[in-house]
């Protein structure tokens, strides 16, 4: 053997790192980058890489693996911009952060298994169930990018706080929320939804989830006991109002956004809607749907207003939000779960001048309102710029995982069609031929595939689909789970 061959011999038979035993050769294609921030996460999680660990060389770890330089400097990147890691000038890249891991539950949850979960109407606990069940893959909609949590900016912004923090701000807050976070909350949405509002017209609730346990009991204790929702539409918000003693009729939905002739039908004294982006379907209201919908509020109707991931827009123009075309007669509520993290349960409501008084002392009586110091952290990232910056990122990366999701069902799923592409962090697929949606989401659970089926989301009956999400998941774990979905469809239908 000549020495060049003795070469080559030698390099296939030693390519491959010493640190933390990494191997290109596990990668899955087109996901080098992928895989080794992937890997590099667990290692930090599970403590082999604590804080002040310090990582390989761009140059090094590349020529170790067999790979391009550029690989490991994504990889890296990503990292950063996480939060994960920084560089400290010679002493190279250095672990900062390390990533949350979710707490093991005590004992198995009610449901966890495939066919209990899938098996029945979902019970008040089954997104906690189906949260807690073990998945490979976690195709769930809603599910934001968590690792891409902005620790540093954060970090930043809480010692800034800190440091400027008077001994009286660590009293009892203001029930309405911190008037910091109220004044952000107010250009944000300038900015960002075309609103405009004063600090004093924002109450700081607990998230959405809140924002309509508070408004059940304001107007329920002005007979408002029924709000018609859509058709499809979101089980979670349907769960909240009728465990707080209100009725949800449906109303439906089609390409141009809720039924406003079928609303007035039904006579409901009020609607939830998602109109920037209608949850599941991915449907904006419509110009002519939007006048309509104004037209039946100003007889009378009363519209509540879930803005729950509008600032995730990829294809289109922005859609102004309702509440800023009719203050008077909009609820308006949002959140920071979708663009930051659903741990930090804060969101915001505002609404029409009558309620005002009544929502603030629902929230005073609930829980003295939200805790002081997260919201003055979150209202300096949002007057830094941070928080732009942050969602200009997670668009770049969506939009990536999305065309991934988009291009594994094209391919993958047998007459299966994507809907809601445009925007948001997931997409609502159906099918016409196969099994229900639910044997089809248990199915691919016990293969390690997390989805929800569309039925969840429908009280009449409808086609059958999944609603699966795109923004926690690297392109080659969507296209993994997609590919996972396929094939367990193929073996129903035969195709």
């Known amino acids: 053997m000549n020495r060049s061959n003795q070469g080559a011999s030698r390099r296939s038979i030693t390519v491959g790192s010493d640190f933390l035993q990494l191997d290109a050769g596990d990668a899955p294609a087109g996901g080098l980058s992928d895989w080794l921030a992937g890997?590099?996460?667990?290692?930090?999680?599970?403590?082999?890489?604590?804080?002040?660990?310090?990582?390989?060389?761009?140059?090094?770890?590349?020529?170790?693996?067999?790979?391009?330089?550029?690989?490991?400097?994504?990889?890296?990147?990503?990292?950063?911009?996480?939060?994960?890691?920084?560089?400290?000038?010679?002493?190279?890249?250095?672990?900062?952060?390390?990533?949350?891991?979710?707490?093991?539950?005590?004992?198995?949850?009610?449901?966890?298994?495939?066919?209990?979960?899938?098996?029945?109407?979902?019970?008040?606990?089954?997104?906690?169930?189906?949260?807690?069940?073990?998945?490979?893959?976690?195709?769930?909609?809603?599910?934001?990018?968590?690792?891409?949590?902005?620790?540093?900016?954060?970090?930043?912004?809480?010692?800034?706080?800190?440091?400027?923090?008077?001994?009286?701000?660590?009293?009892?807050?203001?029930?309405?929320?911190?008037?910091?976070?109220?004044?952000?909350?107010?250009?944000?949405?300038?900015?960002?939804?075309?609103?405009?509002?004063?600090?004093?017209?924002?109450?700081?609730?607990?998230?959405?989830?809140?924002?309509?346990?508070?408004?059940?009991?304001?107007?329920?204790?002005?007979?408002?006991?029924e709000m018609a929702v859509e058709e499809p539409g979101s089980l979670g918000a349907r769960q909240h109002l009728n465990e707080a003693g209100v009725r949800t009729p449906p109303v439906t939905v089609d390409a141009e956004g809720v039924r406003v002739d079928e609303l007035r039908v039904l006579g409901a004294p009020a609607v939830l809607l998602t109109p920037a982006h209608q949850f599941p379907t991915g449907v904006v209201l419509g110009g002519r749907r939007r006048r309509a919908l104004l037209d039946w509020a100003k007889d009378g109707g009363l519209i509540v207003e879930d803005d729950y991931d509008a600032e995730h827009r990829y294809d289109r123009s922005p859609v102004p939000a309702v509440r800023s075309m009719l203050a008077e007669r909009v609820f308006y509520a949002g959140s920071v779960s979708k663009l930051l993290a659903p741990a930090l349960r804060v969101g915001w409501l505002l609404a029409p001048s009558r309620y005002r008084d009544a929502l603030v002392d629902a929230k005073r009586f609930a829980d003295l309102g939200n805790a002081v110091l997260p919201q003055l952290v979150l209202a300096a990232l949002m007057e830094s710029g941070a928080m732009e910056r942050h969602l200009r990122l997670l668009r770049t990366r969506h939009r990536r995982r999305r065309d991934a999701m988009v291009q594994a069902i094209a391919e993958r799923l047998p007459g299966a069609v994507?809907?809601?592409?445009?925007?948001?962090?997931?997409?609502?697929?159906?099918?016409?031929?196969?099994?229900?949606?639910?044997?089809?989401?248990?199915?691919?659970?016990?293969?390690?595939?997390?989805?929800?089926?569309?039925?969840w989301h429908t009280q009449r009956p409808g086609p059958r689909g999944l609603v699966m999400g795109y923004a926690a998941r690297t392109p080659a774990e969507i296209g993994e789970g997609v590919a996972i979905l396929g094939n367990l469809l193929r073996g129903w239908t035969g195709n």
């Open 418 to 455: 994507a809907h809601g592409a445009a925007a948001g962090l997931h997409l609502m697929v159906t099918y016409a031929a196969g099994p229900a949606d639910t044997d089809l989401a248990a199915a691919a659970l016990a293969r390690g595939v997390k989805v929800q089926p569309l039925s």
């Open 39 to 225: 890997r590099l996460r667990l290692a930090m999680a599970d403590g082999s890489l604590p804080v002040g660990g310090r990582l390989p060389a761009t140059r090094v770890l590349a020529g170790e693996l067999g790979v391009s330089r550029g690989v490991v400097t994504e990889a890296y990147q990503r990292l950063r911009e996480e939060g994960h890691v920084a560089g400290r000038g010679r002493a190279g890249t250095v672990v900062v952060a390390v990533p949350a891991t979710p707490p093991q539950p005590l004992g198995p949850p009610r449901g966890t298994t495939p066919g209990a979960l899938f098996a029945a109407e979902p019970v008040a606990d089954v997104f906690d169930a189906l949260r807690a069940a073990p998945a490979r893959i976690d195709l769930s909609p809603g599910l934001p990018d968590l690792a891409a949590f902005p620790r540093t900016a954060w970090l930043r912004a809480e010692r800034s706080v800190l440091t400027g923090l008077a001994a009286a701000d660590l009293g009892y807050g203001d029930p309405r929320g911190a008037l910091a976070l109220r004044t952000a909350v107010v250009h944000w949405l300038a900015r960002n939804r075309g609103i405009r509002a004063d600090p004093g017209e924002v109450l700081i609730v607990s998230g959405t989830a809140q924002a309509l346990g508070l408004l059940a009991h304001v107007l329920g204790r002005e007979g408002v006991d």
